[in-house]
């Protein structure tokens, strides 16, 4: 009984403590992957378009 309460006891303690740990290791792995990613040539690119700049060549057309 008194072993059972101790691992209670020591599970509610570590529990909040190792659940900063998941998020700093969730981080790093994501980290890592998106270097490797980088490497072998992959990039991120924005859902939104952007408008190209119209140059001079384009305004003397119109």
């Known amino acids: 009984m008194k072993n059972a309460l101790l691992r209670?006891?020591?599970l509610v303690?570590?529990?909040p403590?190792?659940?900063g740990c998941w998020y700093?290791?969730?981080a790093g792995a994501g980290a890592a992957v998106g270097y490797k990613a980088k490497e072998e040539g992959y990039g991120v690119q924005s859902p939104v378009a952007k408008e190209k700049a119209k140059?001079?060549?384009d305004k003397d057309e119109k």
């Open 55 to 57: 140059t001079k060549h």
């Open 13 to 15: 303690l570590l529990l």
């Open 24 to 26: 700093a290791v969730a």
């Open 8 to 10: 209670l006891i020591l």
């Open 17 to 19: 403590a190792l659940s």
